[in-house]
């Protein structure tokens, strides 16, 4: 299994960007159910989780710093989830991680940096 992100970089406050994470891997062909998620990590702090969605994307839930702001969304057909990111702000300026759930084990993405500043 790998999970590769992108869609990361430098925007001003108040922009958008959308994170993409594609899962690759045989046992993505035998259509698995796969929680996941978005974590991220600033610079001195801990990995924090971001927003989780259910496989399936029936449910979605963000931490309350980015409920209204930030999006999480999958598309099964082509193995990916995403994290649109709107009204960014500074304090948003991190690694971003995708993480999926693979048979209860869990899989991690090498990250993307997101950076938010004027």
């Known amino acids: 299994v790998q999970l590769v992100e992108s869609g990361g970089g430098l925007v001003e406050p108040g922009g958008s960007l959308t994170l993409s994470c594609v899962g690759s891997?045989?046992?993505?062909?035998?259509?698995?159910?796969?929680?996941a998620a978005w974590y991220r990590q600033a610079p001195g702090k801990e990995r924090e989780l971001v927003c989780e969605?259910?496989?399936?994307?029936?449910?979605?839930n963000c931490v309350d710093s980015v409920k209204g702001r930030f999006t999480i969304s999958r598309d099964d057909a082509e193995n990916t989830v995403y994290l649109q990111m709107n009204n960014l702000k500074p304090e948003d300026t991190a690694v971003y991680y995708c993480?999926?759930?693979?048979?209860?084990?869990?899989?991690w993405g090498q990250g993307t940096q997101v950076t938010v500043s004027s």
């Open positions: 993480k999926a759930e693979i048979a209860t084990r869990p899989y």
């Open positions: 891997g045989e046992i993505f062909n035998h259509n698995v159910y796969w929680p």
């Open positions: 969605i259910t496989g399936g994307g029936s449910r979605t």
